[in-house]
């Protein structure tokens, strides 16, 4: 097993392809590759879920003090996501009562009963679709704590196959089974937060704790390095199958959904695993996973906002087309750009402020 305090840079690396896949979920291309890409692009929750399982194992006992730790974390990003997208919103709900001089008062009580909604409150769990992420990563810590305080391991490892087949079978693969889709009132909860959050956050964790203490990675370590052609063509195989399956349902008439596929599981497990192998891979002289480390997260949490502005900017400009047809690239670049540029600025105050204290310690 990989040293506790060993940096795996590889996986700091993907976070930043990881990010640009939810990008393109919520801002997909208008060209003839949009609707692959798309598909595709719905390994990019699974992975960040996955890299979040797989940094809980620990062989000690429950760290109560970092799990707190953790938890009041979300909680400061749910505050400030949730303040930010509240004030956009009430922002963009105002104009609803154009005219009225109360139009944002309106506009807050509007946003506030659709956020006392049980619905919304449970399984929407902010005031954008993709801040459930910050949610299920609250109620995944607290189970983790659980399962790991009342020794759970077992029972999670059996209900992860049994979910995840539950899941399919009502998600995008209804209406083969069933002959109709289940509605998505129904399946969005178990789709988000059991299919993706709770699977793929214990599967990470199941692969550190068991997986690469296992003869069987050992073996597979030492066979694929020096033959790394071998797992990149599985990536691209499962890549394939994905590309297929999408192809697949739509010849039999079934509409894509924003749900979990087959393929999605074995590309995103197949490209874990290979990243796992060559922990090294874009650190080093390399800045890629430094980037990734300090900007994927901003990037899930702001592109939605970003790209809704950036993108009724160019609305009326000439270049809409093209926009259009390469946004995602587009606002993830910009977005990026911008991050690095703040965190770069941050990061020269807090040193700048840290020598000046080390200067006042050594006058002193």
Not at 18 to 31: D, E, G, I, K, S
Not at 76 to 100: D, P, R
Not at 294 to 299: L, M
């Amino acid at each position: 097993m990989k040293n506790k305090k060993e940096r795996i840079y590889s996986y700091d690396t993907f976070r930043l392809i990881a990010a640009f896949c939810v990008v393109a979920l919520h801002f997909p291309m208008r060209n003839r590759f949009g609707d692959e890409l798309s598909v595709l692009a719905r390994i990019g929750v699974p992975f960040f879920f996955l890299i979040s399982g797989y940094f809980h194992f620990n062989h000690k006992e429950l760290d109560y003090k970092k799990i707190i730790k953790e938890l009041l974390k979300i909680i400061k990003y749910l505050i400030i996501c949730n303040t930010v997208y509240f004030l956009y919103t009430l922002n963009k709900t105002a104009h609803l009562y154009h005219g009225k001089e109360d139009a944002y008062f309106l506009a807050a009580k509007r946003i506030i009963l659709k956020l006392l909604n049980l619905r919304f409150l449970f399984f929407n769990f902010g005031l954008a679709g993709h801040l459930w992420y910050l949610r299920a990563m609250l109620i995944l810590v607290i189970v983790f704590a659980l399962v790991k305080k009342f020794h759970l391991e077992k029972l999670v490892l059996f209900t992860i196959p049994v979910i995840m087949i539950i899941d399919y079978s009502m998600g995008q693969y209804a209406p083969l089974i069933w002959g109709h889709p289940i509605s998505w009132r129904l399946i969005e909860p178990i789709e988000k937060f059991l299919g993706v959050g709770y699977c793929y956050f214990f599967i990470g964790y199941f692969l550190h704790r068991f997986f690469e203490d296992s003869d069987l990675y050992k073996k597979l370590r030492d066979k694929i390095r020096g033959k790394e052609y071998l797992l990149i063509g599985f990536i691209f195989l499962f890549t394939a199958f994905n590309v297929f399956e999408a192809k697949y349902l739509l010849s039999m008439g079934i509409k894509l959904r924003p749900l979990n596929y087959i393929g999605t599981f074995f590309l995103v497990l197949s490209i874990f695993i290979f990243l796992s192998f060559f922990p090294n891979l874009g650190g080093g002289k390399y800045p890629f996973s430094k980037i990734g480390k300090e900007c994927a997260e901003h990037i899930y949490f702001w592109h939605v906002i970003y790209g809704k502005i950036l993108g009724k900017i160019i609305r009326h400009t000439p270049y809409y087309s093209f926009f259009a047809k390469y946004r995602t690239i587009l606002i993830y670049l910009s977005l990026l750009i911008i991050i690095l540029i703040i965190v770069s600025i941050k990061s020269l105050i807090v040193n700048k402020i840290k020598a000046k204290k080390e200067s006042e310690t050594l006058t002193n």
